[in-house]
């Protein structure tokens, strides 16, 4: 069964984008929920093949684009909505994840399809620290999956002349280098990170999960590299980390992906959470 864009009705006047993938078999399956990374969506790259293979696996899978990551109901792919891109926040992300676990845990009509105990995050770049933050607001989370996953917001704000020059303006751009769009940031990004800091602080978080935790990291990674990944290990020694050799940052997946199987870096990703999830690394 694959149901493709359901409206998840969030708490922020846009709707969140749901995909569900599962055999429907009336056997009770653990639940897995993928949230995709900055300038992402669910459908980027091989997300769709990654997403049949967990269902093969006999997996409930959702994934999801979070309601101001640009794109709209009528056209989910790339940016087509750059205000709601530039209004996106932290907060804005951790209240989407909220919903789309309350919709999948609580929904009547995938009761006998789901076991409610037993439920993973998985995220992706920046997606990795808001499912750290998740879990560990969150104690129905048992497992926390992080690819190629951030392990500070903080260091990602400008500082100095940068920032006063943001603030005066109300908004700063940043280039789409595959679709060429100018995205913008409107401070209220920034003003929502410095109200909650403490919340957002992945470190912290970190230190305090109480749910089973995997890193997966390439070692040729230069957009997030691979020391933040040694962060959150050091931060959480409990946590198990893989490293995946030579793999970039899009676990050599790109956009659009017109293969019909997963690139062999995405496979190995997702044999080794497959393992973690079912005890078995």
């Known amino acids: 069964m694959v149901h493709k864009n359901i409206q998840v009705q969030g708490k922020h006047q ?3 984008l749901t995909d569900l993938h599962y055999t429907k078999n009336g056997q009770k399956k653990a639940i897995v929920i993928f949230c995709h990374g900055y ?36 056209q989910p792919i790339d940016f087509p909505d750059l205000k709601a891109f530039g209004k996106n926040t932290f907060t804005k992300e951790m209240d989407d994840l909220q919903s789309v676990i ?80 100018k995205m913008p940031h409107y401070i209220s990004f920034y003003k929502d990170f410095v109200k909650n800091k403490d919340r957002f602080n992945i470190q912290n978080a970190a230190k305090n999960l109480k749910a089973n935790h995997l890193l997966v990291h390439g070692t040729n990674d230069v957009v997030v590299k691979a020391f933040e990944s040694e962060n959150v290990k050091k931060w959480n020694p409990n946590s198990q980390l893989v490293w995946i050799e030579n793999m970039n940052h899009a676990l050599g997946c790109s956009q659009p992906y017109t293969e019909k199987e ?18 078995q690394a």
């Open 14 to 16: 846009k709707p969140i």
């Open 39 to 74: 300038k992402g969506y669910k459908d980027w790259g091989a997300w769709n093949l990654m997403a049949t293979e967990f269902a093969k696996q006999n997996f409930f899978f959702a994934k999801f684009s979070f309601s101001h990551n640009g794109g709209t109901a009528e």
């Open 102 to 181: 309350d919709f999948v845990l609580q929904n009547d009509e995938l009761a006998s399809e789901i076991d409610t105990e037993n439920l993973t995050l998985i995220g992706h770049s920046r997606g990795g620290g808001i499912v750290t933050l998740k879990a560990n607001e969150d104690t129905r989370v048992k497992n926390i999956i992080s690819w190629a996953g951030v392990s500070d917001f903080e260091v990602r704000f400008p500082t100095g002349f940068k920032l006063w020059w943001w603030k005066l303006r109300g908004v700063a751009h940043i280039k789409n280098a595959r679709t060429k769009q």
């Open 262 to 279: 997963m690139p062999s870096d995405l496979k190995k990703v997702v044999e080794k959470s497959i393992q973690f999830i079912n005890g």
